[in-house]
């Protein structure tokens, strides 16, 4: 495995298959080689993650220092820290996408 595939701490990642498929996440915990365990801070919070299989994810470059740094201090993340890390990605790419035409 290259390094692009290893998961990271507060990495994006997005959904590919399940019924959250389309959808972006953060990953708050690497449970092993294959899951890792996402959060979003809506649908799903910190406190009620998803277990997900890394073959269900498109791992993004994207790593979140916000979200990595509240959980090496205290542990946790708030979910309000996460929607702001997905949303600080998510939105240009968006507009990228419909100044294109897509």
Known sequence: MDSVNIPQLGQLVRIIRGKDSGKYAVIISVEDQRFVWIAD?????????????????????????EVVDSLKESGRVTNGKLRFALKKYVDPMNSEAHEKGE
């Open 41 to 65: 801070g809506d649908k799903r919070k910190f406190d009620q993650p998803k277990k997900k299989n890394l073959i269900h994810l498109e791992l993004l470059q994207t790593i979140s220092s």
